[in-house]
């Protein structure tokens, strides 16, 4: 798209914006300060660095399609990283799951992974600039087979992803501690049963049992934040999942953790959004995982769609950008990567964007005197405003392609790049 355009329309949609009191330049540096915690996983469908062709096996999650160019290695999964952060406007983070260590070829199973496995990731990160998250890796893993991790009724399973998660614990607050920006550790376990179970609360006792041993080291929260995310079902934990959304919500309030919402992870009629504000009452914080459900946790790449629109909103609405942690979780392996991952992180960022330029003196003014018809118009209106001119406009100030000039970049690194692994 030709400067002269995006810089006139840009110029054309801050009018139009300015009539309803809505000031886009405050909105675009407030766009500056949303960081996305890109999941490196969506490079190479969840199969790590464990072993040469190490593959997502378990856990009740699936990474569908055979597109060429997966990485394979670290360097190449550096790579895209790079590539797919180039494409997207402002900074981001990273956000690592505990396989993608360098093992060095070496067999080193989760009990035993250190912070030098992770020492590259840091240098790699710190010279970018840039902060990172972490995540316990509960599934892919003989000890995950029978379905329970955590809140296993084997003693010798149950201590194994203990130790697991206190290494990854360790490992994130060193991480945060050598970036000057406070790590999440995330938690999410596939432990649940394909049938209807009679005792429950044994398995819920147990996984608490785990978590209390797991957060009795403490780590300054400058260097780490916890989270623990909950799950309605997954393939083969269709019945129960022990770490339901109740279960995991006291424990975060109790304990002091945050709550990692994934909008996959409920009944497909409950909004994300809607916990928000609910969330946010009793936590301090809360960690996103955006994803596009399709008919189930599909985790297919996220679009501008209603489900992140209302997300975006009411954190924008609630005034809780600085308390609401945003990051990415889809998979999808039948496209090219790097553009799945790119369009799923634009459309964040364009839902934020979409959020902070509502009127919102005029909408709560609505609201108060009861004017409801007027809040509807209203709403439906700004579906119509020219949202999209801010959009390139950031994108050109922030020095990423416009538009759909990505798609171009993107060919020529699958040509150049991928289709040669
Ligand atoms: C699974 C959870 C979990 C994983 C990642 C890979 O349903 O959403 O967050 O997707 O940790
Ligand atoms: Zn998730």
């Known amino acids: 798209m030709k400067k002269e355009i995006i810089e006139k329309s840009y110029q054309l949609a801050k009018k139009q914006y300015a009539e309803m009191e809505v000031d886009t330049g405050k909105m675009i540096s407030e766009m500056n300060n949303i960081k996305i915690s890109l999941h490196c996983w ?3 469908d969840v199969g790590g660095f464990e072993k040469a062709g190490a593959e997502l096996s378990g856990g009740g999650i699936q990474a569908t399609g055979n597109f060429p160019g997966k990485a394979k290695t670290i360097v190449q999964m550096r790579s895209d990283l790079d590539k797919v952060m180039s494409l997207i406007p402002g900074q981001q983070r990273l ?3 505990a396989i993608y260590g360098e093992f060095g070829g070496k067999p080193i199973d989760r009990d035993k992974i250190e912070l030098k496995h992770f020492q590259g990731w840091i240098n790699w990160a710190k010279k970018r600039k840039i902060g990172m998250d972490f995540n316990c890796t509960c599934f892919s893993h003989p000890y995950a ?4 991790t955590l809140a296993s009724k084997n003693e010798k399973i149950r201590k194994f992803w203990v130790e697991h998660t206190k290494r990854c614990r360790a490992i994130s607050a060193e991480m945060g501690k050598q970036l000057g920006t406070p790590t999440i550790h995330n938690i999410w376990i596939p432990d649940g049963s394909k049938d209807t179970p009679v005792d429950r609360n044994t398995l819920r006792k147990i996984l608490k049992k785990s978590l209390d041993e797991i957060f009795s080291v403490k780590y300054p929260r400058k260097y780490l934040k916890d989270s623990v995310e909950s799950k309605l079902f997954g393939i083969g934990s269709e019945s129960m999942v022990v770490g339901s959304h109740d279960f995991y919500l006291g424990y975060a309030i109790k304990n002091n953790t945050m709550i990692t919402l994934d909008n996959g992870h409920f009944h497909p009629t409950e909004q994300v959004g809607d916990k928000i504000s609910s969330c946010l ?13 399709v008919r189930w946790d599909s985790d297919h790449v996220v679009t501008f769609n209603d489900e992140i629109m209302l997300i975006a909103q009411e954190i924008v609405r609630a005034k809780a950008l600085n308390r609401v942690n945003i990051g990415l979780d889809y998979f999808d392996a039948s496209l090219n990567r790097i553009g799945a991952y790119v369009v799923g992180a634009r459309a964040v960022q364009l839902a934020f964007m979409f959020a902070l330029l509502e009127p919102w003196k005029t909408l709560v003014k609505f609201e108060e005197q009861g004017r409801n018809f007027e809040r509807l118009a209203l709403l439906e209106l700004l579906k119509t405003k020219p949202f999209g001119a801010v959009w390139d406009y950031y994108c050109m100030k922030n020095k990423v392609p416009v538009g759909l000039d990505y798609i171009e970049e993107i060919k020529k690194y699958e040509k150049e790049v991928l289709l040669k692994r």
């Open 95 to 97: 956000n690592l799951h």
């Open 145 to 148: 087979d029978d379905g329970f």
């Open 42 to 44: 969506q490079t190479d």
């Open 281 to 293: 009452h009793s936590v301090d914080e809360i960690l996103l995982h955006l994803t596009r459900g």
